[in-house]
Protein backbone atom coordinates (compact mmCIF):
# COMPACT_ATOMS: atom_id res chain seq x y z
CA UNK A 1 0.00 0.00 0.00
CA UNK A 2 3.13 2.41 -0.55
CA UNK A 3 3.09 3.54 -3.89
CA UNK A 4 3.07 6.59 -5.47
CA UNK A 5 3.82 8.57 -9.37
CA UNK A 6 7.25 9.49 -10.60
CA UNK A 7 5.27 13.24 -11.71
CA UNK A 8 4.04 13.25 -7.76
CA UNK A 9 8.06 12.69 -7.05
CA UNK A 10 9.30 15.18 -9.54
CA UNK A 11 6.77 18.04 -8.38
CA UNK A 12 8.20 17.09 -4.53
CA UNK A 13 11.55 16.90 -5.42
CA UNK A 14 11.03 20.42 -6.80
CA UNK A 15 9.33 21.91 -3.58
CA UNK A 16 11.72 20.14 -1.36
CA UNK A 17 14.34 22.17 -3.73
CA UNK A 18 16.84 18.96 -4.01
CA UNK A 19 19.43 19.95 -6.39
CA UNK A 20 19.79 17.42 -9.43
CA UNK A 21 23.25 19.47 -10.62
CA UNK A 22 26.17 17.71 -8.89
CA UNK A 23 27.35 15.64 -5.61
CA UNK A 24 25.95 16.85 -1.92
CA UNK A 25 29.29 18.47 -0.47
CA UNK A 26 30.21 17.54 3.19
CA UNK A 27 32.49 19.98 4.63
CA UNK A 28 35.98 18.62 3.39
CA UNK A 29 34.83 18.51 -0.36
CA UNK A 30 34.17 15.19 -0.87
CA UNK A 31 30.61 14.12 -1.71
CA UNK A 32 28.32 13.42 1.14
CA UNK A 33 25.89 11.03 -0.90
CA UNK A 34 27.08 9.98 -4.37
CA UNK A 35 23.96 9.65 -6.57
CA UNK A 36 22.55 6.03 -6.97
CA UNK A 37 22.24 6.44 -10.59
CA UNK A 38 22.54 9.59 -12.91
CA UNK A 39 18.91 10.22 -12.61
CA UNK A 40 18.44 10.24 -8.78
CA UNK A 41 17.55 13.40 -7.00
CA UNK A 42 20.88 14.42 -5.17
CA UNK A 43 20.23 14.66 -1.89
CA UNK A 44 21.49 16.56 1.16
CA UNK A 45 20.13 15.43 4.23
CA UNK A 46 18.59 12.06 5.35
CA UNK A 47 15.03 14.38 6.43
CA UNK A 48 14.60 14.99 2.34
CA UNK A 49 14.69 10.87 2.30
CA UNK A 50 12.10 11.31 5.00
CA UNK A 51 10.20 13.96 2.95
CA UNK A 52 10.16 11.77 -0.10
CA UNK A 53 8.78 8.58 1.72
CA UNK A 54 6.27 10.92 3.58
CA UNK A 55 4.87 12.49 0.39
CA UNK A 56 4.54 9.42 -1.83
CA UNK A 57 1.02 9.29 -1.20
CA UNK A 58 -0.03 12.77 -2.45
CA UNK A 59 -2.15 13.25 -5.71
CA UNK A 60 -4.07 10.18 -6.16
CA UNK A 61 -6.41 7.45 -5.02
CA UNK A 62 -6.28 3.92 -4.89
CA UNK A 63 -8.25 0.13 -4.51
CA UNK A 64 -6.99 -3.53 -4.73
CA UNK A 65 -8.13 -6.76 -3.85
CA UNK A 66 -4.93 -7.89 -0.92
CA UNK A 67 -4.84 -11.30 -0.10
CA UNK A 68 -3.16 -12.30 3.38
CA UNK A 69 -1.61 -15.08 4.18
CA UNK A 70 -0.56 -15.52 7.47
CA UNK A 71 1.87 -17.92 9.36
CA UNK A 72 1.77 -17.57 13.42
CA UNK A 73 4.68 -18.82 16.15
CA UNK A 74 2.61 -21.93 16.07
CA UNK A 75 3.52 -22.55 11.96
CA UNK A 76 -0.21 -22.54 11.68
CA UNK A 77 -1.46 -20.58 8.23
CA UNK A 78 -4.38 -18.03 8.08
CA UNK A 79 -5.67 -16.10 5.01
CA UNK A 80 -7.52 -12.90 5.17
CA UNK A 81 -8.90 -11.61 1.38
CA UNK A 82 -10.01 -7.65 1.38
CA UNK A 83 -10.28 -4.94 -0.26
CA UNK A 84 -8.68 -1.98 0.38
CA UNK A 85 -8.36 1.54 -0.54
CA UNK A 86 -7.31 4.95 -0.04
CA UNK A 87 -7.50 8.70 -0.96
CA UNK A 88 -6.20 11.77 0.09
CA UNK A 89 -8.62 14.86 1.63
CA UNK A 90 -5.95 17.86 1.02
CA UNK A 91 -2.62 16.78 2.43
CA UNK A 92 -5.07 14.22 4.77
CA UNK A 93 -5.26 11.05 3.61
CA UNK A 94 -8.52 8.52 4.45
CA UNK A 95 -8.08 4.66 4.15
CA UNK A 96 -10.83 2.05 3.90
CA UNK A 97 -10.58 -1.60 3.77
CA UNK A 98 -13.35 -4.37 4.78
CA UNK A 99 -12.84 -8.36 4.97
CA UNK A 100 -14.28 -10.50 2.28
CA UNK A 101 -13.04 -14.38 3.26
CA UNK A 102 -13.26 -16.53 6.12
CA UNK A 103 -17.15 -16.23 6.79
CA UNK A 104 -15.92 -15.37 10.41
CA UNK A 105 -14.35 -12.39 9.67
CA UNK A 106 -16.64 -11.46 6.77
CA UNK A 107 -17.67 -7.57 6.62
CA UNK A 108 -15.40 -6.80 9.50
CA UNK A 109 -14.71 -2.86 7.86
CA UNK A 110 -11.81 -0.31 9.40
CA UNK A 111 -11.63 3.40 8.13
CA UNK A 112 -8.43 5.68 9.35
CA UNK A 113 -7.75 9.13 9.08
CA UNK A 114 -3.73 9.87 8.31
CA UNK A 115 -3.68 13.20 9.05
CA UNK A 116 -0.65 15.48 8.07
CA UNK A 117 -1.96 18.78 9.92
CA UNK A 118 -0.41 19.47 12.88
CA UNK A 119 -2.81 19.50 15.82
CA UNK A 120 -4.80 16.59 14.05
CA UNK A 121 -4.44 13.02 15.58
CA UNK A 122 -4.80 9.89 13.41
CA UNK A 123 -7.98 8.12 14.31
CA UNK A 124 -8.55 4.33 13.37
CA UNK A 125 -12.12 3.01 13.23
CA UNK A 126 -13.71 -0.57 12.89
CA UNK A 127 -17.06 -1.81 11.96
CA UNK A 128 -18.13 -4.81 13.70
CA UNK A 129 -21.34 -7.18 12.12
CA UNK A 130 -21.42 -8.74 15.11
CA UNK A 131 -22.90 -6.23 17.03
CA UNK A 132 -23.41 -3.60 14.19
CA UNK A 133 -21.30 -0.89 15.82
CA UNK A 134 -18.37 1.15 15.25
CA UNK A 135 -15.87 1.03 17.55
CA UNK A 136 -13.06 4.26 18.00
CA UNK A 137 -9.63 2.87 18.39
CA UNK A 138 -7.66 4.18 20.92
CA UNK A 139 -3.41 5.59 19.77
CA UNK A 140 -2.69 3.02 22.28
CA UNK A 141 -4.38 0.01 20.34
CA UNK A 142 -2.81 1.29 16.97
CA UNK A 143 0.44 -1.35 17.84
CA UNK A 144 -2.35 -4.91 17.17
CA UNK A 145 -2.10 -6.62 14.41
CA UNK A 146 -4.27 -5.86 11.13
CA UNK A 147 -6.60 -8.54 11.13
CA UNK A 148 -4.37 -10.70 12.40
CA UNK A 149 -1.23 -10.28 10.53
CA UNK A 150 2.05 -9.13 11.22
CA UNK A 151 1.42 -5.59 9.75
CA UNK A 152 0.32 -3.57 12.99
CA UNK A 153 -3.03 -1.20 12.35
CA UNK A 154 -0.51 2.06 13.04
CA UNK A 155 1.83 0.76 10.66
CA UNK A 156 -0.74 1.59 7.66
CA UNK A 157 -0.23 5.29 8.74
CA UNK A 158 3.17 7.08 7.48
CA UNK A 159 5.63 8.07 9.47
CA UNK A 160 6.01 11.85 8.84
CA UNK A 161 9.66 13.26 8.85
CA UNK A 162 9.11 16.13 11.69
CA UNK A 163 8.78 12.96 13.82
CA UNK A 164 12.34 11.11 13.38
CA UNK A 165 15.78 11.82 13.91
CA UNK A 166 17.59 10.12 10.94
CA UNK A 167 21.29 9.40 9.71
CA UNK A 168 22.08 8.50 5.96
CA UNK A 169 24.06 5.67 5.98
CA UNK A 170 24.64 5.41 2.31
CA UNK A 171 23.85 3.65 -1.04
CA UNK A 172 22.91 0.02 -1.89
CA UNK A 173 21.22 -2.77 -3.76
CA UNK A 174 18.17 -3.95 -3.01
CA UNK A 175 15.93 -6.85 -5.42
CA UNK A 176 18.17 -5.19 -8.02
CA UNK A 177 17.17 -1.90 -7.52
CA UNK A 178 19.05 1.02 -6.17
CA UNK A 179 18.37 2.55 -2.65
CA UNK A 180 19.15 5.08 -0.14
CA UNK A 181 19.98 3.44 3.64
CA UNK A 182 18.71 5.75 6.14
CA UNK A 183 18.83 5.02 10.46
CA UNK A 184 15.66 6.98 11.93
CA UNK A 185 14.79 6.87 15.40
CA UNK A 186 11.35 8.60 16.81
CA UNK A 187 11.36 11.84 18.73
CA UNK A 188 8.48 10.68 20.88
CA UNK A 189 7.38 7.96 23.08
CA UNK A 190 3.27 9.09 21.33
CA UNK A 191 5.09 8.01 18.19
CA UNK A 192 6.77 4.56 19.47
CA UNK A 193 3.11 4.12 20.65
CA UNK A 194 1.62 4.70 17.47
CA UNK A 195 3.23 2.27 15.79
CA UNK A 196 4.72 0.11 18.46
CA UNK A 197 8.19 0.59 16.98
CA UNK A 198 11.39 1.89 17.54
CA UNK A 199 14.49 3.01 15.80
CA UNK A 200 15.89 1.44 12.51
CA UNK A 201 16.82 1.17 9.22
CA UNK A 202 15.02 2.05 5.98
CA UNK A 203 16.02 1.43 2.41
CA UNK A 204 14.36 3.74 -0.03
CA UNK A 205 14.41 3.17 -3.65
CA UNK A 206 16.52 6.07 -5.44
CA UNK A 207 14.16 7.22 -8.14
CA UNK A 208 10.62 6.72 -6.32
CA UNK A 209 11.28 7.07 -2.57
CA UNK A 210 9.45 4.04 -2.12
CA UNK A 211 10.75 2.08 0.77
CA UNK A 212 11.98 -1.43 -0.38
CA UNK A 213 13.24 -3.20 3.05
CA UNK A 214 13.07 -1.79 6.81
CA UNK A 215 13.93 -3.48 9.85
CA UNK A 216 12.76 -1.93 12.86
CA UNK A 217 13.10 -3.13 16.64
CA UNK A 218 9.54 -3.16 18.25
CA UNK A 219 8.20 -1.92 21.55
CA UNK A 220 8.38 -4.98 23.18
CA UNK A 221 11.59 -6.90 24.00
CA UNK A 222 14.07 -8.56 22.06
CA UNK A 223 11.74 -8.23 18.35
CA UNK A 224 11.80 -6.88 15.45
CA UNK A 225 9.59 -6.11 12.59
CA UNK A 226 11.07 -6.89 9.07
CA UNK A 227 9.22 -4.92 5.40
CA UNK A 228 10.52 -6.62 2.40
CA UNK A 229 8.63 -5.62 -0.97
CA UNK A 230 9.14 -7.57 -4.00
CA UNK A 231 7.50 -8.01 -7.46
CA UNK A 232 7.60 -4.18 -8.13
CA UNK A 233 5.76 -3.17 -11.23
CA UNK A 234 4.55 0.04 -12.73
CA UNK A 235 0.36 0.27 -12.30
CA UNK A 236 -1.18 3.50 -14.10
CA UNK A 237 2.51 5.17 -13.62
CA UNK A 238 2.55 4.61 -9.93
CA UNK A 239 5.63 2.43 -8.74
CA UNK A 240 3.72 -0.78 -6.72
CA UNK A 241 4.80 -4.56 -5.29
CA UNK A 242 2.32 -6.97 -6.42
CA UNK A 243 3.80 -8.36 -3.34
CA UNK A 244 5.24 -7.55 0.29
CA UNK A 245 6.21 -9.45 3.39
CA UNK A 246 5.96 -8.60 7.40
CA UNK A 247 8.15 -11.00 9.52
CA UNK A 248 8.34 -10.88 13.32
CA UNK A 249 11.47 -11.75 14.71
CA UNK A 250 12.51 -12.13 18.48
CA UNK A 251 16.12 -12.75 19.07
CA UNK A 252 17.22 -12.65 15.91
CA UNK A 253 14.54 -15.84 14.38
CA UNK A 254 12.17 -15.07 12.42
CA UNK A 255 8.81 -16.49 14.89
CA UNK A 256 6.21 -15.26 12.00
CA UNK A 257 5.35 -13.79 9.22
CA UNK A 258 2.55 -12.49 6.64
CA UNK A 259 2.55 -12.15 2.88
CA UNK A 260 0.54 -9.96 1.22
CA UNK A 261 -0.27 -10.83 -2.61
CA UNK A 262 -2.36 -7.90 -4.49
CA UNK A 263 -4.85 -8.41 -7.29
CA UNK A 264 -6.64 -5.73 -9.71
CA UNK A 265 -4.26 -2.52 -8.04
CA UNK A 266 -5.64 0.36 -9.36
CA UNK A 267 -4.41 4.18 -9.57
CA UNK A 268 -6.16 7.39 -10.28
CA UNK A 269 -9.70 5.95 -11.13
CA UNK A 270 -11.75 8.73 -9.23
CA UNK A 271 -13.26 7.31 -6.13
CA UNK A 272 -16.27 8.18 -4.57
CA UNK A 273 -16.12 10.46 -1.50
CA UNK A 274 -18.92 8.71 0.05
CA UNK A 275 -16.66 5.52 0.40
CA UNK A 276 -14.65 7.59 2.78
CA UNK A 277 -17.28 8.54 5.35
CA UNK A 278 -18.11 7.23 8.81
CA UNK A 279 -21.39 6.90 7.96
CA UNK A 280 -20.30 4.41 4.75
CA UNK A 281 -19.40 2.11 6.98
CA UNK A 282 -21.45 -0.82 7.59
CA UNK A 283 -24.31 1.16 5.80
CA UNK A 284 -26.50 -1.09 4.11
CA UNK A 285 -26.80 1.72 1.24
CA UNK A 286 -23.02 1.28 1.24
CA UNK A 287 -21.57 0.51 -2.35
CA UNK A 288 -17.43 -0.13 -1.41
CA UNK A 289 -18.10 -3.60 -0.59
CA UNK A 290 -18.88 -5.07 -4.43
CA UNK A 291 -16.37 -2.06 -5.50
CA UNK A 292 -14.13 -3.46 -8.03
CA UNK A 293 -11.19 -1.34 -10.05
CA UNK A 294 -11.18 -1.16 -13.90
CA UNK A 295 -7.81 -3.31 -13.18
CA UNK A 296 -9.48 -6.61 -11.78
CA UNK A 297 -10.19 -9.26 -13.82
CA UNK A 298 -11.40 -12.48 -11.54
Not at 84 to 104: D, F, T
Amino acid sequence: MMQFTRKVVAGMVLAAGLGIGGAALAQDGKPLVEPAVPTSPVLTTCSQVMLGMQNRYNGYDSWRIVNMTITDETGAVKTRRIAAAHKNQGINRRLRSIVLEPAELEGVESYVHDNFEVGMADKVWVWLPSSKSVVDVKSEDLSQRLYGSDLAVGEMLIRQARDYDCKMLGTGVFNGYPVYKIYVNPRTEAEVVRLGLRDGEVWVDTETFMPMYSSFNADAPNEQRVLETMDMRWVNGVFAPERYRVSTLKEGRVVSHSEFRTEGETFNMGLPDSFFTLEDMGSAASAFREYRGPNFTN
